[in-house]
């Protein structure tokens, strides 16, 4: 879940201008950033925020945007795409009457005019909203936007330029997972005017405006930036740029904010470099030219000098630079499990017991039935199929304790008891594999033992502290956790792995040991924003950029801001959900790495769950609480899902024998769980109620009784 609290808008008012070497295109620095990086990108990310923080104050009372109080179609579909560019989950902005965009959209799609250019708005708006385009608002507006394409690859509007309505339907088939057909690219090839540039159609003269979207739009569509035709664009914007180093909308003119975004995005999306020669100079850039013209409220203006939401919006996008398909984490992690589909086998598994394990948690995660008829395959379901595979897969020789604890993961995600699990009861046998000397419950692989952690974790059984302390103190020095206990060499993925499961058994956010490993991170990020598997290698990889994401987000960093956020090659502004979803492929896997583009199920088994945990639904989601005994008494741990705008509020009271109830607790929320501190050495019992303005659900209240005995600690629930 997102750690995505409200922050203060806050528009630096002096813009910044600093001499940066950013590393040549195609190149990667795996570094922390730099002052200087983090100094342009805090005032972009600052001036983005404004412009949001200006856009949701004018959501209107239906649920959708537009000016003076009235609401239509375009500009709701418009203000939504700025904040999916800055991930900002935009089914989360409500009126006071709870109505949302997806709402004022709904009631809007039966008189939506029969045009292309209206049909890609709508699927833009729904891929923000976290919403499937093939059924939003009961119509597949994928097969409507591709039905309405011409023969020439044309799709012919009567509500924008020709090149614009082009760029749109482009721009909405790559968010719809959809290939951008030849035809399509093709005529927008054969609109190039002869001095290199685009104007609003093939007949009208050329603009910095339509260049930049046309030059956004073939490389969409797969064209290269070496080819002839982009790089004949982008000489046409080197030439017809400001003297401030932004663009105007009909050159020559004032430098426009939809212009300079617009050119933006066909730059960095061409490989550009907009902070080097020619594209700045003398501390001006293309960026600090867009937040020039940001009025003191976060807005920006239109030609008429007008606060106006297309103008905002772009200058939204065009602040963060980012070139890439607009993506949503939780249809991203929805279509990984569609492309999981065509890999279950005839039996009803994904191969060995393990896959099949692994699988069963995913589509669960993903908010699917691993027990329904969709995911059977001859009369076998994946979730029995797990279930047939036990007798093999949790016990035999060897340590089993990181089977049990998967398998119990994907119990307890499937809707099922770990305790009672296809004849198995998984926590018992994960107890007995606890070392309570060495705090360990397997004694050499640090992955395995995180395994069964996080087992009974989710089965909301108590987990003593020495399999929390054992972590903490195997932490290199680094920051970071290797493979092995005692590694010597750390890696990212068992750092954010750690990461995850030392918040999921209480380990405050505000922790040495976790912000040692948050550093660690930091430090070997790649400038594209994805992280290696080890500091010596020479390129990032879906599965240790998705371990790190789950781990920064678990604890509490939000790598949505700097550090974690990171100018790339060209400028642009690239967080690691940005660096994850560039691994996924059309079908819905993801690459392991782009030098090997096979598509794997593991990196699909690590994807989505950080997807989920970077996306979660609106609502609280209590899971089932636990204790834990530490130095300074019984230690509360109430896990949850949801909240992504942490507007909801946890309640936690006790009362001794036939006394009162207390006054609420102090409470300590991380990204994933929250933690109370109780009262030492008495019996109690415990009160939890969450409420959420925008619907809890799960368990939103629980009675729980402990009692100070001997260890394992007494929970009971009512």
Same mark, same amino acid.
């Given at each position: 879940?997102?750690?995505?609290?409200?922050?203060?808008?806050?528009?630096?008012?002096?813009?910044?201008?600093?001499?940066?070497?950013?590393?040549? +295109?195609?190149?990667?620095?795996?570094?922390?950033?730099?002052?200087?990086?983090?100094?342009?990108?805090?005032? *972009?990310?600052?001036?983005?925020?404004?412009?949001?923080?200006?856009?949701?104050?004018?959501? $209107?009372?239906?649920?959708?945007?537009?000016?003076?109080?009235?609401?239509?179609?375009?500009?709701?579909?418009?203000? @939504?795409?700025?904040?999916?560019?800055?991930?900002?989950?935009?089914?989360?902005? *409500?009126?006071?009457?709870?109505?949302?965009?997806?709402?004022?959209?709904?009631?809007?799609?039966?008189?939506?005019?029969?045009?292309?250019?209206?049909?890609?708005?709508?699927?833009?708006?729904?891929?923000?909203?976290?919403?499937?385009?093939?059924? =939003?608002?009961?119509?597949?507006?994928?097969?409507? @936007?591709?039905?309405?394409?011409?023969?020439?690859?044309?799709?012919?509007?009567?509500?924008?330029?020709?090149?614009?309505?082009?760029?749109?339907?482009?721009?909405?088939? &790559?968010?719809?997972?959809?290939?951008?057909?030849?035809? +399509?690219?093709?005529?927008?090839?054969?609109?190039?005017?002869?001095?290199?540039?685009?104007?609003?159609?093939?007949?009208?003269?050329?603009?910095?405006?339509?260049?930049?979207?046309?030059?956004?739009?073939?490389?969409?569509?797969?064209?290269?930036?070496?080819?002839?035709?982009?790089?004949?664009?982008?000489?046409?914007?080197?030439?017809?740029?400001?003297?401030?180093?932004?663009?105007?909308?009909?050159?020559? /003119?004032?430098?426009?904010? *939809?212009?300079?975004?617009?050119?933006?995005?066909?730059?960095? #999306?061409?490989?550009?470099?907009?902070?080097?020669?020619?594209?700045?100079?003398?501390?001006?850039?293309?960026?600090?030219?867009?937040?020039?013209?940001?009025?003191?409220?976060?807005?920006?203006?239109?030609?008429?000098?007008?606060?106006?939401?297309?103008?905002?919006?772009?200058?939204? *996008?065009?602040?963060?630079?980012?070139?890439?398909?607009?993506?949503?984490?939780?249809?991203?992690?929805?279509?990984?499990?569609?492309? @999981?589909?065509?890999?279950?086998?005839?039996? !009803? !598994?994904?191969?060995?017991?393990?896959?099949?394990?692994?699988?069963?948690?995913?589509?669960?995660?993903?908010?699917?039935?691993?027990?329904?008829?969709?995911?059977?395959?001859?009369?076998?379901?994946?979730?029995?199929?797990?279930?047939?595979?036990?007798?093999?897969?949790?016990?035999?020789?060897?340590?089993?304790?990181?089977? #049990?604890?998967?398998?119990?993961?994907?119990?307890?995600?499937?809707?099922?008891?770990?305790?009672?699990?296809?004849?198995?009861?998984?926590?018992?046998?994960?107890?007995?594999?606890?070392?309570?000397?060495?705090? &360990?419950?397997?004694?050499?692989?640090?992955?395995?033992?995180?395994?069964?952690?996080?087992?009974?974790?989710?089965?909301?059984?108590?987990?003593?502290?020495?399999?929390?302390?054992?972590?903490?103190?195997?932490?290199?020095?680094?920051?970071?956790?290797?493979?092995?206990?005692?590694? !010597?060499?750390?890696?990212?993925?068992?750092?954010?792995?750690?990461?995850?499961?030392?918040?999921?058994?209480?380990?405050?956010?505000?922790?040495?040991?976790?912000?040692?490993?948050?550093?660690?991170?930091?430090?070997?990020?790649?400038?594209?924003?994805?992280?290696?598997?080890?500091?010596?290698?020479?390129?990032?990889?879906?599965?240790?950029?998705?371990?790190?994401?789950?781990?920064?987000?678990?604890?509490?960093?939000?790598?949505?801001?700097?550090?974690?956020?990171?100018?790339?090659?060209?400028?642009?502004?690239?967080?690691?959900?940005?660096?994850?979803?560039? =691994?996924?492929?059309?079908?819905?896997? =993801?690459?392991?790495?782009?030098?090997?583009?096979?598509?794997?199920?593991? +990196?699909?088994?690590?994807?989505?769950? +950080?997807?989920?945990?970077?996306?979660?639904?609106?609502?609280?989601?209590? /899971?089932?609480?636990? @204790?834990?005994?530490?130095?300074?008494?019984?230690?509360?741990?109430?896990?949850?899902?949801?909240?992504? $705008?942490?507007?909801?509020?946890?309640?936690?009271?006790?009362?001794?024998?036939?006394?009162?109830?207390?006054?609420?607790?102090?409470?300590?929320?991380?990204?994933? $769980?929250?933690?109370?501190?109780?009262?030492?050495?008495?019996?109690?019992?415990?009160?939890?109620?969450?409420?959420?303005?925008?619907?809890?659900?799960?368990?939103?209240?629980?009675?729980?009784?402990?009692?100070?005995?001997?260890?394992?600690?007494?929970?009971?629930?009512?």
């Amino acid at each position: 879940m997102k750690p995505r609290r409200p922050t203060a808008y806050i528009l630096l008012a002096l813009l910044i201008a600093v001499s940066m070497a950013l590393p040549a +295109a195609g190149t990667l620095l795996a570094a922390g950033p730099s002052d200087a990086e983090q100094a342009l990108v805090q005032a *972009r990310l600052a001036g983005a925020d404004h412009a949001l923080n200006w856009l949701a104050g004018h959501q $209107n009372a239906d649920g959708g945007f537009g000016p003076a109080g009235t609401s239509d179609w375009l500009s709701t579909a418009t203000a @939504l795409q700025a904040f999916l560019a800055r991930g900002r989950d935009a089914s989360l902005l *409500r009126t006071p009457a709870g109505l949302s965009p997806a709402d004022y959209l709904a009631v809007q799609a039966p008189a939506l005019p029969a045009d292309p250019f209206a049909y890609a708005h709508y699927i833009l708006a729904s891929v923000a909203l976290g919403e499937d385009p093939r059924a =939003f608002a009961g119509q597949n507006w994928v097969t409507r @936007l591709t039905s309405a394409m011409l023969s020439s690859g044309q799709f012919p509007s009567s509500l924008a330029p020709a090149v614009e309505a082009q760029y749109t339907a482009i721009l909405a088939l &790559r968010a719809a997972y959809q290939p951008v057909p030849a035809a +399509a690219a093709n005529w927008l090839k054969g609109a190039v005017r002869s001095d290199g540039g685009w104007g609003s159609t093939p007949s009208d003269a050329s603009s910095p405006y339509y260049t930049g979207l046309a030059l956004h739009a073939l490389m969409l569509a797969g064209e290269p930036a070496s080819s002839t035709i982009v790089q004949q664009g982008v000489n046409y914007l080197r030439t017809h740029q400001n003297a401030d180093k932004g663009f105007a909308m009909t050159y020559p /003119g004032p430098s426009d904010p *939809r212009a300079t975004a617009a050119a933006i995005l066909g730059l960095t #999306a061409a490989g550009q470099p907009l902070y080097a020669s020619p594209w700045s100079s003398a501390g001006q850039s293309p960026f600090s030219a867009l937040l020039a013209m940001q009025a003191g409220d976060g807005a920006f203006m239109n030609p008429s000098a007008q606060a106006d939401i297309p103008a905002t919006a772009a200058g939204v *996008r065009g602040l963060l630079g980012k070139p890439a398909v607009p993506r949503h984490a939780r249809l991203a992690a929805v279509r990984a499990v569609e492309w @999981l589909h065509t890999q279950q086998a005839a039996d !009803g !598994g994904f191969g060995a017991a393990n896959s099949t394990a692994s699988a069963v948690y995913v589509i669960a995660r993903a908010g699917q039935d691993p027990d329904s008829a969709a995911w059977s395959r001859g009369g076998t379901s994946a979730l029995r199929a797990l279930e047939l595979a036990l007798p093999s897969y949790v016990q035999g020789a060897g340590n089993r304790v990181a089977e #049990a604890g998967k398998a119990a993961m994907a119990a307890v995600e499937a809707g099922r008891s770990a305790r009672s699990f296809g004849g198995f009861d998984l926590v018992h046998i994960i107890r007995g594999y606890y070392n309570p000397l060495s705090g &360990r419950y397997y004694q050499t692989w640090l992955y395995r033992h995180n395994l069964a952690v996080l087992g009974l974790v989710a089965a909301g059984d108590p987990v003593p502290d020495g399999a929390r302390q054992t972590l903490v103190q195997d932490q290199h020095a680094s920051g970071g956790w290797g493979w092995a206990f005692g590694s !010597g060499n750390p890696d990212v993925d068992s750092t954010g792995f750690t990461m995850y499961t030392l918040v999921a058994v209480g380990e405050p956010a505000d922790s040495t040991a976790l912000a040692r490993a948050a550093a660690y991170l930091r430090d070997i990020q790649f400038s594209d924003g994805s992280f290696p598997a080890i500091a010596a290698n020479t390129a990032g990889n879906s599965n240790s950029t998705a371990l790190a994401l789950q781990g920064l987000i678990a604890a509490g960093v939000d790598p949505w801001q700097t550090p974690y956020a990171r100018l790339n090659a060209a400028g642009a502004i690239i967080t690691p959900l940005d660096a994850l979803l560039a =691994f996924q492929e059309d079908s819905g896997a =993801f690459v392991y790495m782009f030098s090997l583009p096979e598509s794997r199920m593991l +990196a699909v088994f690590d994807a989505v769950p +950080a997807l989920m945990l970077a996306a979660p639904p609106a609502p609280i989601q209590l /899971g089932q609480a636990q @204790l834990r005994q530490s130095a300074g008494g019984p230690l509360l741990i109430i896990p949850f899902e949801g909240d992504g $705008n942490a507007n909801s509020a946890v309640s936690v009271r006790v009362r001794h024998g036939a006394g009162g109830w207390s006054d609420p607790l102090p409470v300590t929320r991380t990204a994933v $769980n929250f933690t109370v501190r109780l009262p030492a050495g008495q019996e109690m019992e415990i009160e939890i109620t969450a409420s959420d303005p925008d619907g809890a659900n799960g368990f939103t209240s629980q009675t729980l009784r402990y009692q100070p005995v001997q260890l394992p600690l007494v929970l009971r629930v009512h």
